[in-house]
């Protein structure tokens, strides 16, 4: 083997152990126990009796290292409630129907889900959700588009088209992050509040300098 061949054979195998590192990074849980989510379900058509739902909850009751014990709350259109709680294990891909996800996953990384295989994070953008704007995955199956919390792994809403029925879930309450105390973007604020305290500064030296203008 020459060496330019040899050279060659050792740079493809790093670029294909980097690529395999990005795409598939390790598995890190996001939530911790006590952690929970709220979510309001809006279903339309004929939706199968154990889907017609209004509102769920999701509280992490243990969490130890890739694996996570979920208790789900269900409340059903005809208000009766159902709990169950589900072990979930992000490395075999036990995400509970992707509402748990790794965490920190960037554009163009992979996760497994028992059911539909290898997901791929699309995109990562902002969204609000619960009173704050959060970074958030978005990633698709045949049927479902999800938004991920980045940081934490959460289901933040998903939309299901069964083709018959729908189902849109979007999370509305949870004690994971405080909702923002600013309306609008903390920058904007800071600049807007920058700027008045110039006008006022303005204004004060004006009113001195006609002063002594007088005087």
């Not at 709350?73 to 009766?80: I, K, L, Q, V």
């Not at 792994?153 to 849109?168: F, H, Q, W």
């Amino acid at each position: 083997m020459s060496r330019n061949v040899a050279v060659l054979l050792i740079c493809v195998t790093l670029t294909c152990l980097l690529c395999f590192s990005v795409c598939y990074a390790e598995v890190e849980i996001g939530v911790k126990e006590g952690d929970w989510v709220e979510y309001d379900v809006n279903v339309t058509g004929t939706v199968p009796a154990e889907h017609d739902l209004t509102w769920a909850r999701m509280e992490y009751i243990t969490v130890q290292g890739k694996t996570a014990e979920v208790n789900i709350t269900s409340r059903y259109s005809d208000g009766s409630e159902a709990w169950v709680v589900l072990h979930l294990d992000l490395e075999a891909g036990q995400t509970g129907d992707s509402f748990l996800i790794p965490a920190n996953l960037q554009e163009g990384m992979n996760y497994t889900e028992q059911y539909h295989g290898e997901i791929t994070i699309i995109d990562v953008t902002q969204r609000e959700y619960s009173g704050a704007r959060r970074n958030t995955a978005h990633g698709t199956t045949a049927e479902t588009l999800f938004y991920w919390d980045q940081e934490t792994g959460v289901l933040l809403e998903a939309r299901s088209d069964y083709g018959n029925y729908t189902i849109d879930t979007v999370a509305q309450k949870t004690n994971i992050w405080e909702p923002q105390t600013f309306a609008i973007d903390p920058i904007i604020f800071v600049v807007i509040i920058v700027a008045a305290i110039a006008v006022i500064v303005i204004f004060v030296i004006k009113q001195k300098m006609k002063k002594l203008e007088s005087n």
